[in-house]
């Protein structure tokens, strides 16, 4: 029976607080990788333990040795003090692990409902009927906040609403031990908030959360605890009065990162994007107009399904505009496909890499360079493979994209080194104007400084760039300017001096500016 008291507080409460999961010297070695090198933790009962670490650490693999989707080399795993052996998805279960993927994991073919009960139809009396079925799955969705029919079709929720479906399905296991490998990467401020809660409330009821995230905020406001991971091994741990953000920075990446944002005042030059009564496809009933300037960086804030990447998508050619003009250096840019985009010098790094960002199941150098292939080429038509390999080391050495070679395949590496190829491969073409959707999405906080000085160089070169983000200290810190989107249209403008989360968030959500004009439309 558990005591409810003071929340806030648990060291005032006389609970058990006994170890209910113990890893000790965990080693796993993939082909020219080793991911794990004996690490080793400890879980409490009702205790959030974050894991953190650089991409590539070993966080993930960690977890899914824990989950019984990978084997280890070698090392114990005991529950309660009692050594256990998890071979399988199903022994994890039977041992009250679950968890939640970093990758989205839902078949996009079936309805909400029967995402959340998959393979777990058959019920001691029988089969579950469906009316039961989505009366439960309807009870789990509204602990997490997701307010959508279950028997929505998986395939019409978006990335964020996704993610809280694979939520509400590992809370219907009833697990004493959650694993969320970053689970707040693709949800907005508000489904975020409403997680927070879901976790401390499980907190409260002595579920074991093991939380993974690279944004180290949310580290800071839920854990009790914190164990970083560095290249595979042990790099330290922190107790809760510890836990604070130069600290975990120091760990994980084992040295100091001072100035976080690197954003200096350029004076911007010529038009390079503009935008007059442009109609998105997704949005038809409003009319966009901006103008982004040669060496400019515009964030553009909203909430999610504001929008934002609807706009980006329209402009670089994936669903091209209904009407209205794009105007790229000043020339009418005509651009029903992405290909048009390139070759007028736009480049997009999309939102979801497993979908538009890169292709699996070829090697990290052919990713980076397919979109630039005809400028690898010799004339004749000759590839220039030399030149390819250079500039992939280059752009590995940058971004420190974790792999062994520029042959590996994508696929097998780890999420947040994915998401670099992705950035990889579109600022290898070295765009004109450059389209970025949550770029850093997933990247660890050292790589995130590398990207936000690739960006300012690049903008000091004299590129255009637009980049929506939902991280809030990004948007402020990167941001010359921010366009606030709401419900498809651009609901405000804010110059520098007018920056700050409280008026992103007015205009986001429908709101206008306090004593000013709003500016823009
Ligand atoms: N199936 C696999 N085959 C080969 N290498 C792998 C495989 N799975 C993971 N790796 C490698 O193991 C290392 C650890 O990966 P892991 O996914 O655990 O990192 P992570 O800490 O979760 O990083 P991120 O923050 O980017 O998610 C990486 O170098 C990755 O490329
Ligand atoms: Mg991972």
């Known amino acids: 029976m558990i005591q409810h008291r003071e929340p ?143 028997d929505t079709l998986v395939a019409r929720l978006s990335i964020g609403q996704q993610q809280m479906v694979e939520i509400a399905r590992a809370l219907s296991v009833d697990a004493r031990i959650l694993i969320m490998d970053e689970p707040t990467s693709s949800l907005s401020q508000q489904e975020t908030e409403t997680l927070f809660e879901v976790v401390k409330g499980l907190r409260r009821q002595g579920v074991s959360v093991i939380y993974i995230s690279h944004r180290l905020g949310e580290v800071r406001e839920l854990a009790d605890r914190v164990t970083v991971l560095r290249d595979g091994r042990n790099a330290g741990e922190l107790q809760r009065d510890e836990i604070d953000h130069d600290r975990m920075v120091r760990l994980m990446v084992g040295r100091d990162i001072s100035q976080f944002y690197v954003r200096q005042s350029h004076t911007p030059g010529d038009p390079m994007l503009e935008l007059e009564e442009l109609v998105v496809p997704r949005n038809p009933r409003h009319k966009i107009r901006l103008q982004i300037r040669a060496g400019e960086i515009v964030g553009l804030a909203g909430l999610v399904g504001a929008g934002r990447s609807e706009l980006l998508q329209c402009i670089f050619g994936i669903e091209p505009p209904l009407s209205g003009t794009i105007r790229v250096g000043g020339r009418v840019a005509r ?26 199941e070829m ?22 493979l030399a030149r ?13 994209i974790k792999t062994p070679s520029p042959h590996q395949i994508v696929q097998l590496l780890s999420g947040g080194n994915q998401q670099k190829v992705v950035l990889a491969k579109w600022l290898a073409l070295t765009p004109r104007v450059l389209l970025l959707d949550e770029p850093t999405r997933g ?79």
């Not at 651009?335 to 699996?360: C, F, N, Q, S």
């Open 8 to 150: 806030g507080n648990p060291q005032s409460s006389a609970r058990d607080t006994s170890v209910v999961l113990r890893v000790s010297k965990i080693s796993k070695q993939f082909p020219g990788v080793r991911a794990l090198d004996g690490v080793s933790l400890t879980l409490r009962r009702g205790e959030v333990l974050a894991v953190i670490g650089e991409n590539g650490a070993g966080k993930s693999t960690l977890m899914k040795i824990l989950a019984g989707i990978e084997q280890p080399d070698s090392g114990t795993i005991a529950i309660d003090e009692h050594p256990v052996v998890i071979d399988s998805v199903q022994s994890a279960l039977a041992h009250g692990i679950a968890l939640i993927h970093q990758e989205l994991n839902l078949c996009d073919n079936l309805d909400i409902a029967a995402n959340i009960f998959l393979g777990r139809e058959q019920h001691t009396g029988g089969w579950m009927n469906r009316r039961d079925m989505l009366r439960e799955a309807e009870r789990f969705l509204r602990m997490v906040g997701l307010n959508v029919p279950p």
């Open 335 to 360: 651009i029903r496909h992405p290909l048009d985009a390139i070759r007028h010098g736009l480049a997009l790094a999309p939102e979801d890499r497993k979908t538009a960002g890169v292709i699996l």
């Open 363 to 384: 090697t990290v150098q052919e990713n980076i360079t397919l979109p630039g292939l005809r400028a690898y080429c010799h004339p004749g038509g000759i590839r220039n």
């Open 388 to 400: 390819e390999r250079h500039d992939t080391e280059t752009l590995i050495r940058r971004l420190r």
């Open 443 to 521: 990247i660890d906080v050292g790589a995130k400084r590398e990207i936000y000085q690739l960006m300012e160089n690049l903008a000091a070169s004299g590129v255009a760039i637009l980049f929506a983000s939902s991280e809030m200290e990004e948007v402020l810190g990167m941001s010359d300017r921010v366009l606030v989107m709401h419900e498809g249209r651009i609901a405000g403008e804010l110059p520098r001096e007018k920056l700050s989360e409280e008026n992103i968030m007015r205009l986001a959500t429908g709101g206008s500016l306090l004593a000013t004009e709003s500016v823009g439309r």
